[in-house]
């Protein structure tokens, strides 16, 4: 091998790191979260449950629902883990905990007070087609917001559904921005 092909080789591979770096950086940039959409999601939290009328065929973001997880089985780490992803997908945290009161959640299940129904059903479409909203009464309520309560069963997160439109009007638990 003579010097050009040996400098020819190594050319090649620098170029190729390059394009390898530029995809990486590349892709990272385009699935990031758009800028000031951060800062939303990771300020705190107020609660404004029923204060705001949420009109017929109004989109309900994600962005707008306070969600608390409370794990009701004996997997460590479940609930956290289960806000993580709904954190990822533009929900405001809320209270992450543990509970007693799930009953015999196999999976998970959507809880709210009356009012909620459609931030319910977009938390709910994100565990599937097939995740029921409860509605409990207010006393029962386990925090401001959307009461998520997951169990042993729950081995993942549906995928995101980060908006649903309002099918009747209602007052709603949504996060001041």
Known sequence: MTSR??????TLLVLTGILALGLYVGFRE?????PGEDDETTAEPASTCGSQELQVGQRLRSRDVLVNVFNSGDRAGLASQTMDTLSRRGF???EVANT?????VKRVQVWIVEGEETAGRLVARNFGPKVKVRTRDADD???DGVDVVVSNGLRRVGPPVRAVRVRESEGGCVAAG
């Open 30 to 34: 385009l699935f990031a979260p758009l």
């Open 5 to 10: 092909h040996i400098t020819t080789a190594v």
């Open 92 to 94: 405001r945290a809320g």
């Open 100 to 104: 007693t009161s799930g009953g015999r």
């Open 141 to 143: 309520d386990l925090g």
